[in-house]
């Protein structure tokens, strides 16, 4: 495994938040666009404006390298998968605060961790057991079910978390053998197909520009957030960028309060700050359990 030096690893560290500082500007923009646009209509220039930056870019550079792969299919579900998360993603932010929902996606790395385990028929610690229970706590916290009362929509973020964790293992199996802008390509373009298809039955006309514009940023943030997260993972570790993810949550609480004039009460700062806590809690074991592992004598 290379060696990362310390000056490149500030540099990832700084990219890292610069993406997360992308990607809850995205819900934030994605919240303010679900009040007027339709869901596929969102979901159509989101993923149109991936596909045709990264060809643009990428295409003229790669040639039909970009388009070289043995796992094609691989690449469809994956794109498929992000396409659900930013679904569900689009039907929670409709529903609740930005920054509440962040934080609840935010349990998608601890959910992956022990996912990844039990594919892998490996043994689950009992401290990596309490920080997803403590996340899971958090989580009640923030969406606090009140029995008859309860909004069922609250249920969207779960989609989400499931939905991001099966695009993050799948990620995570493809990284080994792929080029990362070729799967963003795939990504994009799988994207923008599906939701070109549904596009003639969910076409509405949109007066207003600022909707246009919205829609266009979402297309925008959402490329850009990726491609930074992207140069992130060259340039460090992926266990020393995870615990720099939980900086996505307070990003989207100031985007919360600047647009919408929303304010967390007590409880769900509270829920909030748990789910930051396991979420970093468990990407430091991570880091721990990988560095002695690499330590470990051989037999």
Same mark, same amino acid.
């Given at each position: 495994?290379?060696?990362?030096?310390?000056?490149?690893?500030?540099?990832?560290?700084?990219?890292?938040?610069?993406?997360?500082?992308?990607?809850?500007?995205?819900?934030?923009?994605?919240?303010?666009?679900?009040?007027?646009?339709?869901?596929?209509?969102?979901?159509?220039?989101?993923?149109?404006?991936?596909?045709?930056?990264?060809?643009?870019?990428?295409?003229?550079?790669q040639g039909r390298a970009l388009l070289q792969t043995e796992h094609l299919g691989l690449h469809i579900a994956r794109g498929g998968l992000l396409l659900a998360t930013s679904i569900f993603a689009f039907l929670s932010l409709k529903h609740m605060p930005v920054g509440e929902f962040t934080a609840i996606v935010l349990l998608t790395p601890l959910i992956v961790t022990l996912l990844a385990a039990r594919m892998l028929h490996e043994k689950v610690s009992h401290l990596r057991l309490v920080l997803v229970a403590g996340g899971f706590a958090g989580t009640l916290a923030i969406v606090r079910p009140k029995g008859a009362d309860f909004n069922w929509a609250l249920l969207f973020p779960v989609c989400v978390v499931l939905a991001n964790a099966g695009f993050q293992l799948l990620t995570s199996r493809m990284a080994r053998t792929e080029d990362p802008m070729t799967m963003q390509f795939y990504t994009g373009w799988t994207g923008a197909l599906v939701a070109a298809l549904a596009l003639p039955f969910a076409w509405e006309p949109i007066a207003s520009h600022a909707v246009?514009?919205?829609?266009?940023?979402?297309?925008?943030?959402?490329?850009?957030?990726?491609?930074?997260?992207?140069?992130?993972?060259?340039?460090?570790?992926?266990?020393?960028?995870?615990?720099?993810?939980? *900086?996505? $949550? =307070?990003?989207?609480?100031?985007? !919360?309060?600047?647009?919408?004039? &929303?304010?967390?009460? +007590?409880?769900?700062? %509270?829920?909030? *700050?748990? $789910? =930051?806590?396991?979420?970093?809690? !468990?990407?430091?074991?991570?880091? &721990?359990?990988?560095? +002695?592992?690499?330590? %470990?004598?051989?037999?």
């Open positions: 495994m290379a060696e990362h030096a310390p000056q490149q690893v500030l540099r990832g560290i700084g990219l890292a938040i610069l993406a997360m500082a992308c990607f809850a500007t995205l819900d934030t923009t994605t919240k303010w666009v679900s009040l007027s646009a339709p869901l596929m209509v969102a979901m159509f220039f989101r993923y149109a404006f991936q596909a045709l930056a990264t060809t643009a870019i990428e295409l003229p550079r246009w514009g919205g829609l266009l940023l979402m297309g925008f943030l959402g490329s850009l957030g990726h491609f930074i997260f992207i140069q992130a993972f060259r340039r460090a570790p992926a266990a020393v960028l995870m615990p720099y993810m939980y *900086a996505q $949550i =307070a990003f989207a609480m100031l985007g !919360g309060w600047l647009i919408f004039s &929303h304010v967390p009460d +007590a409880w769900t700062i %509270a829920g909030m *700050a748990l $789910i =930051a806590v396991c979420g970093a809690a !468990g990407a430091w074991l991570t880091a &721990h359990e990988s560095r +002695a592992s690499a330590e %470990a004598p051989e037999h």
